[in-house]
Each structure stands twice: as structure tokens, then as C-alpha cells.
């Protein structure tokens, strides 16, 4: 049962330059959440979706676009890669509305440079 | 503007020695609160939820209480392996997104 799982792990990227991050899930939640860490600032929720085809902003979007073309997948794009996107993204899941705990993956460790 | 704020940002605390971790929180319509456990280079680890005022959850030696304007997470007689940081996070009524305090890192010293 692998839970949520995120590709790659790390990555290092040079400035202008664009990546995708992949999540996947296998627990057929119909909500998914991109966030980024940073110290001292927690964890901000960049773009989340409430099911297939949908996508949505969080409190930090700017950057970054997303696709949830399958329920499964949702993922995370950087068009332009800049030294402030350098952080650990967070993908989670959740079953949807209602009082449900998020379950998250184990993280991507970007680097741009 | 929903907020969530965690205290303190640090403890230290000798095998055996029980403490509480404290997050408030200002939102327009709480859904439920949610504690999690985050290992070094890993991804939060659900703990509990917490939905109405005088609640209470227990798990081994934690135990998580919550008031109409904060929650706290009691550690009795901790063990090294406690050793992680704790994440409180909350959910509104009006939206479907966790709003996340920034933690406190707790060290249990043998």
C-alpha cells in the first residue's frame, strides 16, 4: 500500500529552466494538495484540486500551474524556475469534504540555483 | 485572516519529563484541527482531529485537547523516539484547504 508517493526526491535545477513534480495516489481520494515547506514559515498550500479536472489556488500560486487530468495524479509545474522556489514541496490527499485527514508523501527537496 | 500559531517553537525535555505543545487559532468557522508528526526529511504523519470544544484524543503517550480558540498536545513521560517536530493544522468551514502552523520542534533527551 503505497499511499501517496511523489517523483523525483530531489532535483536541482538552474534558474529559468522548468520541471514537473508528479504525485500519486492509490487510496482514490478525491482531494489533492501541492504545499511547499520553508523554515520558519510552515507548510503554504500553493494549488489543490476537489476531484478530477479541477484545480485551484492556495495562498502561494504564483509560479507554478497544475493539472489533475486523473484522479490518481496531480501535477506540479515550475514554467520559469527561480532561487525563491527553492524549498520542499509536499503533495497530500485527503478523501474531500467533511472532517478528514490529509496523508502525505515524503516530499521533493528542489534546489534552484 | 484565518491563523494558526504554534508555541514554542523549540522544547527540550528529559526522557520522562511531560510538557504541552500550544496551538492557537483565529478562523471564521472551524471545521476541525488536526495534529501531525513529522520526522527529519519526511512528510507530516496524521496523528489526531479534533472537531468541537471539549474534545479530547489519546494515542500512546499524547493526548490532544481543544478549546474554542486553542488546542493543546499533552506528552507524558516522552521517550527519545518522540523526538519530531508537531504540526497543528486547521480546517474552515468555507473553504477545503489545511492552514498549517509552523511547529514545534521537540528534542527528548535520554
Known amino acids: 500500500n503505497a499511499g501517496v508517493t511523489q517523483t523525483p526526491k530531489f532535483r536541482v535545477l538552474k534558474t529559468g529552466q522548468s520541471m514537473t513534480l508528479l504525485c500519486a495516489q492509490d487510496m482514490n481520494h478525491e482531494y489533492m494538495y501541492w504545499y511547499r515547506q520553508d523554515p520558519g514559515m510552515g507548510l503554504r498550500l500553493i494549488h489543490y484540486s476537489v476531484g478530477e479536472g479541477t484545480t485551484a489556488k492556495g495562498e502561494v500560486p504564483d509560479g507554478y500551474n497544475v493539472s489533475r487530468l486523473k484522479k490518481q495524479n496531480f501535477l506540479l509545474g515550475l514554467e520559469s524556475a527561480a532561487p525563491s522556489q527553492t524549498s520542499v514541496y509536499f503533495c497530500?490527499?485527503?478523501w474531500g469534504t467533511g472532517n478528514t485527514e490529509a496523508f502525505f508523501g515524503q516530499g521533493t527537496r528542489l534546489t534552484v540555483v | 485572516e484565518d491563523q494558526v500559531t504554534q508555541s514554542p517553537e523549540a522544547l527540550r525535555l528529559q526522557e520522562g519529563e511531560s510538557s504541552s505543545l500550544n496551538c492557537s487559532y483565529t478562523?471564521?468557522?472551524?471545521?476541525?484541527l488536526f495534529w501531525y508528526r513529522q520526522d527529519p526529511g519526511k512528510g507530516p504523519e496524521f496523528l489526531f482531529t479534533?472537531?468541537?470544544a471539549g474534545e479530547e484524543k489519546e494515542k500512546e503517550r499524547l493526548k490532544a485537547t481543544l478549546t474554542k480558540k486553542e488546542s493543546f498536545l499533552h506528552i507524558t513521560a516522552p521517550k527519545p523516539e518522540d523526538s519530531a517536530t508537531y504540526l497543528c493544522a486547521v480546517q474552515v468551514n468555507t473553504g477545503n484547504q489545511f492552514y498549517f502552523g509552523t511547529g514545534t520542534s521537540l528534542t527528548v533527551i535520554p
Open positions: 479534533l472537531y468541537s
Open positions: 478562523v471564521s468557522g472551524l471545521r476541525g
Open positions: 497530500a490527499s485527503s
